[in-house]
Each structure stands twice: as C-alpha cells, then as structure tokens.
C-alpha cells in the first residue's frame, strides 16, 4: 500500500506488523534455546540466550561472538547484527518471511546457514 509522502500508515498497520516482529523474536528465541541440545558436545560454556524488550541477544562463544536480533518498530524493520555477516535489516513480505531486500535471503534462512557453518550441523533448521 502507498501514502502520500511524508505519511505513515495507520496504526492499525504498524501494531499489525509489531506484532509480527514480536512474534518472529519470540519464535527466534525458542529456537535459540533450544539450540544446545542439538549441539551440545560443540557448545560453549558462555553461550547464552535473552530476550528483553525487542531485542534478542545469543552469546555463541568467545570464538563466534554475539548476534543481536532487534525489533525497530518505526522502521517496521527486524534489524540483525551478525558477527559472521555482519548488519542486515529485514522487512516482511506477503508471505509473513523477514527479508533482506539486497540479497533476497530470509533472516530465517540466513540464520540457518550460519549457524549450520558454526556447529557443523545440518539438522539446524530456523523456520
């Protein structure tokens, strides 16, 4: 949908994608507590997990280093700091996927891949 230059969608649609992005940190975080029971033997003693007001943080290791994973409700964005690809910043699309407009990739997908490249582990799978 577009409005006028300058205007911002009603907010109806920005809690509406809120929401969203609420719901894909949350999902996120699920997934990245769970983590170590797929790859336990790899795991770090400092890997760590949290949550807190929009922004998710994984503290992988002293090797790794930390992804930061945060919601940025004016931007209707989920923003990603990644220590192996660096920053991205994801906008949803119809189909309710995050994604990156420059390369095409879901969040979802690139965490994949990542962290199947980190603990060697193809059974880690980010949907």
């Given amino acids: 949908m577009v409005y006028a230059s300058g205007a911002s969608p009603p907010t109806h649609i ?3 994608r ?3 992005a609420d719901e894909c940190l949350n999902h996120l975080y699920d997934s990245f507590d ?3 029971e797929l790859v336990a033997s790899q795991l770090d003693p400092a890997y760590d997990v949290s949550l807190s007001m ?6 992988v290791g002293s090797a790794v280093g930390t992804y930061v994973i945060n919601k940025q409700s004016p931007n209707r964005q989920i923003w990603l700091s990644s220590p192996v690809s660096g920053p991205k910043r994801y906008d949803r699309v ?5 994604v990156y407009k420059h390369d095409g990739k879901t969040l ?3 965490l994949t891949a990542e962290f199947r490249d980190i ?4 059974n880690i799978k980010f949907t």
């Fill in 34 to 36: 769970t983590l170590p």
């Fill in 94 to 98: 119809e189909d309710g996927q995050w």
């Fill in 18 to 20: 809120s929401r969203h």
């Fill in 54 to 59: 929009g922004v998710l943080t994984v503290h």
């Fill in 108 to 110: 979802h997908d690139l």
């Fill in 119 to 122: 603990y060697g582990n193809e």
């Fill in 14 to 16: 920005f809690n509406f």
